[in-house]
């Protein structure tokens, strides 16, 4: 009887240590490690090159002009930041001794003008005397001798004629010449645009490059009507260009907004800076004109689209490690390790052709203390 009643107490004993057991691993169990998740999804991939150095923003068409010739700075007819047409007068050099030099041109052609409608009109009433002088002789009134010499006098007079038309020739030629000098010495705008800088001031010396020695402009003219980005590509990057490929176009100076373009021109050959990578320079034409402002030498990174692919699954870049492995979250909220095949990649997202599936939660980083394969996690809640 004894023994039967001491049984019931084990059981109770047991019951209650098991009990406390439970509470005591409850109690002291680890939290589930707090990750971030993504979701296996179906989405647009594109693989994507980048440039290796900041681009810029460049002017279809600038001039930096300076005069043909050097003097004085004598009419200084715009300043910065006009705009200006085409033609327009922009400056001009000391020229008086030009202009002089035309104008005494001018005078002589009009003399020789002068001179030749004298010797001309002369040269006709001579030849018409000669004609008269010559039936004259055919009829016997006068002697063949005196018809001779009326006929060399005509002849003569129409060579006086002939050689002023040859003074007024050359006296034409010479105002083209002092045209074309005092030309030298006046700056037009090739294009219509903005006047970007002034290098000079009035009575100041103007004087052109010479060949081999840079020296700065008289006027920097830009034309913003047409600009374009020139971006360098790392050269492991070239072979995957082509002319035409979309491209996206970020500014540092006007953050979160994207411009489309395409790329216009590839350089056929690699830049090669010390101490820099080999790059190819790319440039992009927009294809609308920006609505907002945009200043020639801005900076710009491109973003070519070399291939792009819709509607396939794909996860976040970041969340895949070396070896194509990932960790998920399983059905019971435990880490698993998984290798999955990949397909097209940028920085943002990766294309996955095996090993995932749609809805499956992948964990966004592996480097958090105490994450490794089969331990509880729960997905961090964002504020």
């Known amino acids: 009887m004894l023994r039967t009643k001491k049984l019931p107490r084990l059981w109770i004993l047991a019951i209650l240590i098991a009990l406390i057991s439970i509470a005591t691993w409850f109690i002291s169990r680890p939290d589930p490690i707090e990750v971030d998740l993504a979701t296996a999804e179906m989405g647009l991939v594109e693989s994507t090159v980048v440039n290796t150095r900041a681009g810029t923003i460049k002017a279809c068409r600038r001039a930096k002009l300076a005069p043909a010739a050097g003097g004085h700075i004598v009419k200084l007819l715009v300043k910065e930041g006009d705009r200006v047409e085409e033609g327009q007068h922009l400056l001009e050099l000391w020229n008086d001794d030009l202009s002089a030099q035309r104008d005494l041109v001018r005078r002589q052609l009009t003399m020789a003008e002068e001179r030749r409608t004298e010797v001309c009109t002369v040269a006709a009433n001579s030849r018409r005397e000669s004609e008269r002088t010559l039936q004259l002789a055919d009829q016997g009134f006068v002697s063949a001798q005196r018809s001779e010499t009326v006929e060399a006098e005509a002849r003569s007079r129409e060579a006086s004629c002939e050689s002023t038309k040859s003074d007024i020739k050359r006296a034409q030629a010479q105002i083209k010449v002092t045209q074309a000098g005092i030309e030298r ?9 903005i006047v970007a800088r002034i290098t000079g001031e009035l009575g100041e010396y ?9 020296t700065p402009p008289a006027i920097d003219l830009i034309d913003d009507t047409c600009l374009y980005v020139s971006a360098p590509m790392d050269e492991v990057d070239a072979p995957k260009l082509r002319v035409g490929q979309t491209a996206r176009v970020t500014l540092d100076a006007i953050p979160g907004q994207i411009f489309l373009g395409r790329i216009r021109r590839i350089a056929p050959y690699v830049t090669e800076i010390e101490k820099q990578a080999r790059t190819v320079d790319i440039e ?14 801005y900076s710009a990174d491109v973003e070519s689209v070399v291939d792009r692919r819709d509607d396939i699954l794909r996860i976040p870049t970041q969340s895949i490690r070396q ?3 990932v ?17 097209l990649a940028n920085w943002a ?19 958090q203390d105490g994450l490794v394969v089969g331990v509880k996690v729960k997905q961090k809640i964002r504020p």
């Open 185 to 193: 010495t006046i700056l037009l705008a090739p294009f219509a645009g």
């Open 323 to 325: 070896g194509g492995r």
């Open 327 to 343: 960790l998920i979250m399983d059905a019971d909220k435990r880490v698993q390790e998984r290798t999955v095949q990949t397909g």
């Open 284 to 297: 992009v034409n927009f294809d609308e004109p920006p609505k907002l402002p945009l200043l020639v030498g």
């Open 206 to 214: 103007a004087t052109p490059s010479p060949p081999g020695i840079p």
């Open 349 to 367: 997202y990766t294309e996955i052709t095996g090993g995932l599936s749609v809805g499956e939660k992948v964990l966004l980083s592996s480097d």
